[in-house]
């Protein structure tokens, strides 16, 4: 396998935040997620999953719990999970704008936790492996 590399196709707020795996291309974020790093798929809190089918939302949720993880700005995370879950080539891989926005601001709302969560763990660089964890 491979690290995982995302162009979020829009600007984010990222301000002055800077890590090995955010760059900027063409004015637009791009994010990489390493090849051994553990996520759930789920930045949507619980209470609002029933509106998801997870498959569609799975490639956001990754993104945005690598987001999360290295600590990007939270608004900026937030918005990379909305262009992302709203920017599938499918309808299998994407949802609509209505839905990307009510996500968006559940996590924006309820996201706070994980993002603090994510603080206290601090950057988790392990090698890949049986035993191997990052979680998200």
Not at 19 to 26: A, G, L, T
Not at 64 to 71: K, M, P
Not at 94 to 118: D, E, H, K, M, Q
Request: proline share 7%.
């Amino acid at each position: 396998m491979r690290d995982l590399v995302i162009d979020i196709g829009q600007p984010v707020p990222l301000g002055t935040f800077t890590h090995e795996d955010v760059k900027i291309v063409n004015g637009n974020p791009r994010i990489t997620v390493p090849e051994c790093f553990v996520t759930d798929f789920s930045s949507v809190p619980k209470i609002f999953r029933p509106l998801y089918l997870s498959s569609s939302v799975d490639l956001a949720g990754c993104v945005h719990d690598r987001a999360y993880r290295i600590q990007t700005p939270r608004k900026a995370a937030d918005q990379m999970w909305e262009i992302v879950a709203t920017s599938g080539a499918t309808r299998r891989n994407r949802i609509g704008p209505v839905r990307g926005r009510l996500g968006y601001w559940a996590l924006r709302t309820f996201g706070i936790w994980a993002y603090r969560s994510n603080a206290k763990k601090g950057f988790l660089v392990q090698p890949c492996g049986e035993g191997a964890e990052d979680s998200a």
